[in-house]
């Protein structure tokens, strides 16, 4: 079992800034690719960004040039750190982690940006 817990949620004014961070424990070897999404109310669940063992990552066009995702495998955490933000980023921020194909998911933390 792999266990997520993120931190660094909370309420940003727009076009503030604001980290995220996800720490993994438990039976973390061959995790490989990492990633962020995010659920507002009364919307689907979506992609943020990922990024792959090696650094590999990719955004979702909303955030792109605006949030940069990035992980310590020394340190199992993963991070998202999010500028310039707007309102519609408003959601809960859930961590995942694919291991040998089973995706594993963080408790997620409320981001709100008023606008």
């Known amino acids: 079992q792999v266990q997520l817990v993120e931190s660094g949620g909370g309420l940003v004014q727009s076009g503030g800034s604001l980290g995220l961070s996800c720490a993994a424990s438990?039976?973390?070897?061959?995790?490989?690719?990492m990633g962020w999404y995010r659920q507002a109310p009364g919307k689907q669940r979506e992609l943020v960004a990922r990024?792959?063992?090696?650094?590999?990552?990719n955004y979702a066009d909303s955030v792109k040039g605006r949030f940069t995702i990035s992980r310590d495998n020394a340190k199992n955490t993963l991070y998202l750190q999010m500028n310039n933000m707007k309102p519609e980023d408003t959601a809960v921020y859930y961590c995942?982690?694919?291991?040998?194909?089973?995706?594993?998911w963080g408790q997620g933390t409320q981001v709100t940006v008023s606008s």
């Open positions: 995942y982690a694919d291991r040998i194909g089973h995706d594993y």
């Open positions: 438990g039976i973390i070897f061959s995790i490989s690719t």
């Open positions: 990024i792959t063992r090696i650094g590999i990552s």
